[in-house]
């Protein structure tokens, strides 16, 4: 299952998430990071602190940013409706087709890694077959 790592941005203070949480999707952790943006909202409405300057940035294991979610376009849904192409929407599309070319990579990868390992295989058993039949025409010093 993909990690994704959650940093948090209010004002001037950057919330950097070192151990990130496990997802089966990037759906999945956005809609948990649409949940969280409501609690933290709530705290801090009652804490008489605006939250609609704050971010959420999904980041990749490799840290790549996958999403940004202005805390704005979740706490005024209806601002966002009706605007075709909102920068989450953007960048939903964008790390979908990142992902896919993920998985495309790491199986080229993987395809690339196994030949790499016969190859080995091949040279190996013909070391052993070169110094056999050296041995046999050469014999080793006493």
Request: with cysteine; hydrophobic share 35%; charged share 30%.
């Amino acid at each position: 299952m993909p990690k994704f790592f959650f940093n948090h941005t209010s004002h001037e203070d950057v919330s950097v998430d070192e151990s990130g949480t496990e997802f089966p999707s990037l759906e999945a952790a956005y809609l948990d990071t649409c949940s969280a943006i409501l609690d933290i909202s709530f705290e801090k409405l009652r804490e008489r602190i605006d939250p609609t300057e704050d971010i959420f940035e999904i980041v990749s294991e490799l840290g790549d940013l996958l999403v940004t979610i202005p805390f704005k376009e979740v706490l005024h849904p209806h601002q966002s409706q009706g605007r075709p192409g909102s920068r989450t929407e953007q960048l939903t599309a964008t790390s979908a087709r990142l992902m896919e070319r993920r998985r495309t990579v790491k199986a080229e990868f993987d395809e690339e890694f196994a030949r790499t390992q016969a190859g080995f295989k091949a040279i190996r058993s013909n070391l052993v077959r070169l110094d056999m039949a050296c041995s046999a025409h050469w014999p080793q010093p006493k």
